[in-house]
């Protein structure tokens, strides 16, 4: 019988606990290791809805990205989205786990996935941990572009409707720095990469005066973080090829509208 906690090892093997940053509050927020498991739903964010589509399914225990409780609770309200998701999966006896910054720092993780969309070659980490992981990757495209090249190359790649950009730069772009999610901390280490372009999402509003020769790419926080839903249902399937893992049918959980 599958448990918890082998569920656990094979997503800390690739993604160790470890490696979270210390705001950060990845693993098993809900549940025990010795809990059976039958069927694994994933999603990136753990809303209410989410929870209900695990229990409508069979799922026993919801892996996701971003962790359903980020900080202490003072309340649990079926009022509150967290809590609402709280009530639900203990009511159900549903395990939950995240896969956050842990899977953010390892190359093979969310960073190294947008990287892989735009066929990127000699990718390394951008801010090394100095282990060999770390926030972020850097990597050059196959053939040079323009800046408006860029731009259309980007939006295709990554399916976007619309996106935020610093003024194009004037030169052709061959080197690009991402970060999924968050990454306004790393524009510093973008440029001192040698990137022409960084890539991320939740960019504020000064950060897009950029130095003559350097372009910044907003693609939004989900957009740039999707494809580790893909990559932990493959890691489990390989390694559990007879057990029942889905990804949620609701995939889209952005909370950004885009008009």
């Known amino acids: 019988m599958v448990k918890v906690g082998d569920i656990i090892k094979v997503i800390e093997d690739f993604a160790p606990l470890s490696l979270q940053e210390g705001w950060d509050n990845s693993g098993l927020c809900i549940g025990y290791p010795d809990a059976p498991v039958t069927s694994v739903l994933l999603g990136l964010d753990c809303t209410p809805e989410l929870v209900d589509e695990a229990v409508e399914c069979g799922a026993d225990m919801i892996i996701t990205h971003h962790p359903l409780i980020f900080s202490g609770l003072k309340k649990i309200s079926p009022d509150d989205m967290v809590g609402a998701a709280v009530i639900k999966a203990i009511k159900a006896g549903i395990s939950i786990y ?3 910054t842990s899977a953010d720092k390892v190359i093979a ?63 052709s772009v061959s080197r690009v720095a991402m970060c999924g999610g968050s990454g306004g901390s790393l ?20 950060n897009f005066f950029t130095p003559e020769g350097f372009m910044i790419m907003d693609i939004g926080h989900y957009e740039s973080e999707k494809d580790i839903v893909e990559i932990l249902f493959s890691l489990l399937r390989k390694n559990f090829p007879t057990f029942a893992v889905r990804i949620t049918q609701n995939i889209y959980s952005n909370p950004i509208f885009y008009f």
Request: glycine share 14%.
């Open 109 to 171: 993780g969310v960073s190294g996935a947008m990287a892989a969309r735009l066929g990127l070659v000699n990718v390394s980490i951008l801010d090394e941990d100095g282990d060999g992981t770390g926030l972020g990757v850097v990597g050059d495209l196959p053939e040079p572009l323009s800046a408006e090249e860029a731009v259309r190359v980007v939006k295709e790649r990554f399916g976007l409707k619309a996106m935020r950009t610093s003024r194009p730069i004037e030169g």
């Open 98 to 100: 995240a896969a956050h």
């Open 187 to 206: 524009i510093k280490a973008a440029k001192a990469s040698g990137a022409q372009l960084y890539i991320s999402g939740d960019i504020s509003y000064h």
